[in-house]
């Protein structure tokens, strides 16, 4: 288990994003609030801040963001708030756990995601250098009434080469002072929607196949996580798949077996964040989630976290979310979701 999740340390910040700025944790919990609750294990610097530059430009809004361990939950509130965004998000070091109803995923480098507002979703992310950008959803032309992912594309895809490619430009032109270019979001939307009609309409019926068996096994691997024996063997006769078959569908999760051990650690380290860690319940939650021992689960969470699992349980109760109507304009990302979901802009 002591693989599952884990990557290089990430790199020091000035060879990440350039010129970030830094933000300290009470802020930062806030500037999520109008998309999410952050639960904080401790930031990217010794001095307590993270570092992030947001930027709006032409009806857009992104940010680019370093930060340390921290887990975030969107409630059905959140979803509620945020429903009428589509974002794109991109890391280039680290990982983010995200557990979606429809689907369960670590998202690693070299695969953008782009997810929809109306999902509620647990996540929880490891030193991770990245960025986001948010698209109202009417810019799209999607209704309500149609839900978007969350889906996972190659870099290395066409899409993917695409979407990274506006990304870039997008970011360039944001955090630059460019005399005589300004950023159009006309091609990064036509992207973003051939992209999302290409995910969800199969274009062919072994397209539609592969999508609904793929969905069909995650869902018995998450409802069989506590099974010693649910090992890639069990699955490819349960299922009359080939072992090179399943891997292929778990390629962007570095295969079916990597996959089982990162379901196994995030959902009991979020076990313990949600409900405690008392006398008793660190063997409990070992046992429920398929750790042969204590020994091997303590080890994997300090493998992945750089702690044990008692401090996942307590350091984010330590820190208290900001008002920022003091700040005006210092926060151009938060203002730009409150002011589109219509909410005051305060702590929530």
Same mark, same amino acid.
């Given at each position: 288990?002591?693989?599952?999740?884990?990557?290089?340390?990430?790199?020091?910040?000035?060879?990440?994003?350039?010129?970030?700025?830094?933000? /300290?944790?009470?802020?930062?919990?806030?500037?999520?609030?109008?998309?999410?609750?952050?639960?904080?294990?401790?930031?990217?610097?010794?001095?307590?801040?993270?570092?992030?530059?947001?930027?709006?430009?032409?009806?857009?809004?992104?940010?680019?963001?370093?930060?340390?361990?921290?887990?975030?939950?969107?409630?059905?509130?959140?979803?509620?708030?945020?429903?009428?965004?589509?974002?794109?998000?991109?890391?280039?070091?680290?990982?983010?756990?995200?557990?979606?109803?429809?689907?369960?995923?670590?998202?690693?480098?070299?695969?953008?995601?782009?997810?929809?507002?109306?999902?509620?979703?647990?996540?929880?992310?490891?030193?991770?250098?990245?960025?986001?950008?948010?698209?109202?959803?009417?810019?799209?032309?999607?209704?309500?009434?149609?839900?978007?992912?969350?889906?996972?594309?190659?870099?290395?895809?066409?899409?993917?080469?695409?979407?990274?490619?506006?990304?870039?430009?997008?970011?360039?032109?944001?955090?630059?002072?460019?005399?005589?270019?300004?950023?159009?979001?006309?091609?990064?939307?036509?992207?973003?929607?051939?992209?999302?009609?290409?995910?969800?309409?199969?274009?062919?019926?072994?397209?539609?196949?592969?999508?609904?068996?793929?969905?069909?096994?995650?869902?018995?691997?998450?409802?069989?996580?506590?099974?010693?024996?649910?090992?890639?063997?069990?699955?490819?006769?349960?299922?009359?798949?080939?072992? /090179?078959?399943?891997?292929?569908?778990?390629?962007?999760?570095?295969?079916?077996?990597?996959?089982?051990?990162?379901?196994?650690?995030?959902?009991?380290?979020?076990?313990?964040?949600?409900?405690?860690?008392?006398?008793?319940?660190?063997?409990?939650?070992?046992?429920?989630?398929?750790?042969?021992?204590?020994?091997?689960?303590?080890?994997?969470?300090?493998?992945?976290?750089?702690?044990?699992?008692?401090?996942?349980?307590?350091?984010?109760?330590?820190?208290?979310?900001?008002?920022?109507?003091?700040?005006?304009?210092?926060?151009?990302?938060?203002?730009?979701?409150?002011?589109?979901?219509?909410?005051?802009?305060?702590?929530?």
């Amino acid at each position: 288990m002591q693989n599952a999740l884990k990557l290089r340390p990430a790199p020091p910040l000035q060879t990440a994003f350039q010129d970030l700025t830094p933000v /300290a944790l009470d802020h930062w919990m806030t500037m999520w609030s109008p998309i999410a609750d952050l639960h904080i294990l401790h930031p990217q610097s010794e001095d307590g801040s993270n570092f992030a530059n947001g930027y709006v430009c032409d009806g857009l809004a992104g940010m680019r963001f370093v930060s340390g361990p921290q887990f975030s939950k969107r409630s059905a509130r959140h979803a509620n708030q945020s429903g009428d965004l589509i974002t794109i998000q991109r890391i280039t070091s680290g990982f983010v756990a995200m557990d979606f109803e429809s689907k369960a995923f670590v998202h690693r480098p070299g695969v953008i995601v782009i997810m929809d507002g109306q999902h509620a979703y647990k996540a929880c992310a490891q030193n991770v250098v990245g960025e986001l950008v948010f698209i109202p959803r009417q810019r799209l032309g999607l209704s309500e009434s149609v839900t978007v992912g969350p889906l996972l594309i190659e870099e290395d895809s066409a899409h993917g080469r695409m979407l990274l490619s506006e990304l870039e430009t997008f970011f360039e032109l944001s955090s630059t002072d460019a005399p005589g270019r300004t950023f159009s979001t006309h091609r990064l939307l036509h992207v973003m929607s051939s992209a999302i009609g290409h995910n969800n309409h199969p274009n062919s019926e072994r397209a539609g196949w592969w999508r609904a068996r793929n969905a069909l096994i995650r869902k018995h691997i998450d409802s069989n996580l506590g099974d010693a024996t649910l090992l890639p063997a069990q699955i490819c006769n349960m299922f009359n798949l080939s072992r /090179a078959t399943l891997y292929r569908m778990f390629e962007l999760d570095g295969g079916v077996r990597r996959y089982i051990q990162d379901r196994r650690l995030i959902k009991a380290v979020w076990d313990l964040v949600e409900n405690g860690i008392q006398r008793g319940r660190l063997t409990e939650v070992s046992e429920k989630w398929g750790f042969s021992s204590n020994a091997n689960f303590n080890r994997a969470v300090k493998s992945n976290f750089g702690m044990p699992p008692g401090a996942l349980a307590g350091q984010h109760s330590l820190v208290i979310p900001a008002r920022l109507d003091q700040y005006p304009g210092a926060y151009p990302v938060y203002d730009w979701l409150t002011q589109l979901n219509g909410t005051e802009r305060a702590a929530s």
